[in-house]
Structures are given as C-alpha cells and as structure tokens.
C-alpha cells in the first residue's frame, strides 16, 4: 500500500506540474492562433487518436494487468506493437489527401502527414513504458512526462510565435514523442528485450483486442464532438468545441491522468493478491469525488472570468458550452475509475462493453446538437457521458457484488463538499458581478476553497486527513 501511495503522490504531483505547463501553452497558443487553425490541428489530430489505439491493440492494458507476463510473451507483445503500429504509421500517410478533401481543408491533411512519424517511433517505447506502470515506477515516469510535456509546449510555442501557424503544434508533438521513447527506452533497456517472436500472439490478443476495442470506442467518443462539429457546423465551430473541451479537459487530465495510471495497476495488483477490490473502488472514488465533484462545480460558476481571462474576448463563445461540459465531466471521474477495475481484474470484456453501448448513444447525441448549436452539441456530450458513468456503476455492482447504496453512501459527503464549494464561490460572483477577469478567478480560487476546507471539516470527509498528512510531511521537509 505505501507503494501505491508514493506511487499516486508522483503521479499526481507530476500531472499538476504538467497541468501548469499545458495551461501555460494554451493561453499563449489561443492568442497566437485563430480557432479556424485550432480546428484544423484538432481535427487532424483527433482522426490519428483513433489510429493510436488500434496501433496499441491493447497491449499497454494487457501488460499490465497479466498476471504470468514470461519473456516470451513481453516479446511477443514488442514485436506485434511494432508491425501494427508502422502499418497504420503508412495508412495514415496514405488517407491524409482523402480526409482533407472531404473536410475541404488541405492543412488537415498536412497535419496527418507530420503526425504520422509518431506512429514509427511509438513502439519502441510503449512496451517499455507499460512494464514502467506495471511496477510502479512512477518516478521514472514523471521524469519522462516532464521533459516531453516541456519539450512539446516550447517547440509549440516558439515554431508557432515565429509564424508557421498550425502545423506547429504538430511538430511538437513529435518532438515530444521522440523524448518519450528516448527517455523510456533507455530506462528499461534491460527489461524489454528486442527480439523478433510470435509464439504467443493468441494469447495477448484475445486479452489486448478486447481492450483495443474499447479504447478504439472511448477515442470514437473524445473525436466525434469536434469531427462532426467541423463536417456539419464549420472548422471554425469545430475550433470552439475543442478549446471548450480543452479549458475543462486541462482540469480532468490534470486530476485523472495523476491518478488513472496507477488506478489500474493497483487494482491489478489488488486482485492478484485476493484482497478486494470493491472495498477499494469504493476507498477510490470517495477520495476522488472529493476533489473532482468542488472543482467541476465551481469552475463551472466560474466559466465567464476563467475564459476572459486565458483566451480573451475572442473566445468568449465558449463560455457556456464549457460551463455544460463540466457536468459530464465530473461525472465521467467515477466512470474512468471504474474502467481502470475491470481493467486492472482482467475483465476486458466489460471495458469494450461499457464502451459499445455509452459511445454510439454519445454520438447520436452530439449529431442530433450539431444541428441546433454549440450549446445543444456539449449538452449531448455531457448527458452521454452520465449515461456512461451510470451504466458503468450497474455493471461493478454486479461484478464485484456491492449494493449502490454503497456508492451512495461514498459518494454523498463528496458532493455536500461540492455544495459548500459551489455556494461560497457563487456568494462571491454574487457580491462582485463586475470584478476583473483576474480577480474574479482569484477571488473564486480564494472562496472556493474556504467553502472546500468547511465542508470537509463539516462533513469530516477522509480526505482531508490525507491531505494533513501530506501538508505535514511537508511542512516537516
């Protein structure tokens, strides 16, 4: 357990630190280019979303999770990664011109035809990276997404401000991979072995598939909003969706991508040893609730100086979608945490499942607002992902045989934090309707943890030893 706790420390220090560097490069990127060139990055980056999961065919999640993973079979794994991952690497390359024709925008294809070189560098350090996970290394881990997250945002940045437009922000992220698979390779060269094998490939892919699908759906769900926005609506609509998406998804990442890479394994290594795993989801999603359900509530009351602030007047059109995207948000914390369980226990087939029947109803959603506006697209995408979380929960609580009152009974502290986060805050917005972009954002920073730190105390919520515990071993440092 100490193991899983440092573990969750360093990833979750380390997403904050890479929070700040995302944050920093999206405000200075919004004002260094038009939300028509936006959408145009994130349409031809999100089609290659998609791309990477089938590339990873499941084998991160199945390297993690398998308990008898041989040298045979991690071999075996290297060797599958690299073939299917250089295959859609030539693909991609090919389906650029087609893809840009349809959209009737060259640089879409362009920006597929950069980012295509990740495809032939990835393999080589996504096995390495996944036994890094598997051991709770996260130390090494954070060393890497550091140096690649900084990497990414200065190359971004400095082609961008030098007048390049767009297809900057695809050169970064090349640049970011090619730190990646240096720094894991050379950190575990001893553990991967680079040879040529087969023999097992059944076997991982009966497992990996099953994974494979899911991520191919859950990326389906993430690219949709914006690919459909930018058919049906406009490139530059779709470019307002994706900065909408991307001021909430900055505070989703930077709490569940601290957390979703040890989640997994923890589970995993719960399950291995027969200990519970309900009693831990439960533990899990007590302490997350605590800190996702204040944050998405209030930012939500916030909205209107957070994006004045970041992205100026321009962007003011992505107020109220973003406001709408927290809901979905804050929900979809307990979904993902409950994805990383029957992940970590080797029920891959309910990870496609929960996938297969929350995305499609997503989808229909979003195509169904695409035809009234912006606001109507992200009320789609937050009703789908309730629906998701809600169907997600039904399923654990058959496969690991606890009541739902128990989720409510974890959850419901969480949320009379939220309630007293979200009062305080809107009891500033309330007192200073007019204040400065600047200080309004302080000022709602300011009240809302006042009204955080009284509802823990109130509701005398666990995580608030936790976080003592932490300000102590600080404070004593």
């Not at 349809?102 to 990276?129: A, C, D, K, Q």
């Not at 530059?236 to 569940?256: D, H, K, N, P, Q």
């Not at 007047?313 to 990383?340: D, H, Q």
């Not at 007293?420 to 917005?429: D, E, P, R, V, Y």
Request: one cysteine or more; charged letters at 15%.
């Amino acid at each position: 357990m100490a193991n899983v706790k440092k573990a969750v420390f360093l990833s979750v220090g380390e997403k904050a630190i890479v929070f700040v560097i995302q944050f920093v490069s999206s405000v200075v990127l919004a004002r260094l280019l038009s939300p028509e060139e936006i959408g145009i990055f994130s349409i031809g980056s999100l089609i290659l979303a998609m791309s990477h999961a089938l590339r990873d065919l499941g084998i991160t999640s199945y390297l993690i999770q398998e308990r008898d993973l041989t040298p045979v079979r991690l071999q075996t794994a290297a060797t599958i990664a690299v073939i299917m991952s250089w295959t859609l690497g030539l693909l991609t390359w090919v389906a650029s011109g087609p893809v840009a024709a349809f959209y009737r925008e060259e640089g879409i294809g362009l920006v597929m035809h950069v980012l295509s070189i990740n495809f032939f560098l990835l393999p080589f350090g996504s096995v390495s990276m996944a036994i890094l996970k598997r051991n709770l290394n996260f130390d090494k881990v954070v060393r890497i997404n550091l140096a690649s997250g900084t990497l990414q945002a200065t190359v971004s940045i400095g082609l961008c401000s030098m007048g390049v437009g767009f297809i900057g922000l695809a050169w970064g992220a090349v640049a970011s991979t090619t730190l990646t698979v240096l720094m894991t390779v050379l950190m575990t060269k001893r553990e991967v072995p680079m040879r040529i094998e087969f023999s097992e490939w059944r076997h991982i892919l009966r497992t990996g598939g099953r994974f494979c699908g899911s991520s191919l759906l859950w990326e389906f769900g993430l690219s949709a909003p914006e690919m459909i926005v930018g058919k049906a609506m406009s490139i530059e609509t779709a470019g307002y969706l994706a900065r909408s998406l991307g001021v909430v998804g900055l505070a989703f990442r930077s709490i569940m991508e601290g957390l979703t890479p040890v989640l997994m394994p923890a589970f995993a290594r719960t399950h291995r040893d027969g200990e519970s795993v309900g009693d831990q989801f439960l533990k899990s999603i007590c302490y997350l609730s605590a800190l996702a359900f204040p944050l998405f509530a209030c930012m939500a009351l916030a909205m209107d100086s957070i994006v004045l602030l970041l992205y100026s007047e321009k962007w003011a059109r992505i107020i109220e979608p973003a406001r709408i995207l927290c809901v979905g948000s804050a929900a979809l914390t307990i979904a993902v945490t409950g994805a990383a369980v029957v992940s970590g226990t080797g029920k891959s087939k309910y990870t496609l499942r929960f996938q297969l029947v929350g995305q499609p109803i997503k989808v229909v959603l979003i195509l169904i607002g695409s035809m009234y506006s912006l606001d109507h697209v992200a009320a789609g995408i937050a009703v789908g992902d309730l629906l998701i979380t809600a169907y997600t929960l039904l399923v654990l609580r058959r496969l690991l045989g606890f009541d739902l009152s128990r989720v409510g009974e974890a959850l419901g502290p969480s949320l009379l934090v939220a309630l007293c986060a979200a009062t305080s805050c809107l009891a500033f917005k309330l007192a200073f309707p007019h204040a400065a972009p600047f200080f309004g954002v302080v000022g709602c920073i300011i009240a809302s943890s006042i009204g955080w730190v009284i509802g823990v105390v109130v509701t005398r919520h666990p995580v608030g030893a936790e976080v003592g515990a932490v300000v102590r071993r600080v404070v004593r440092r």
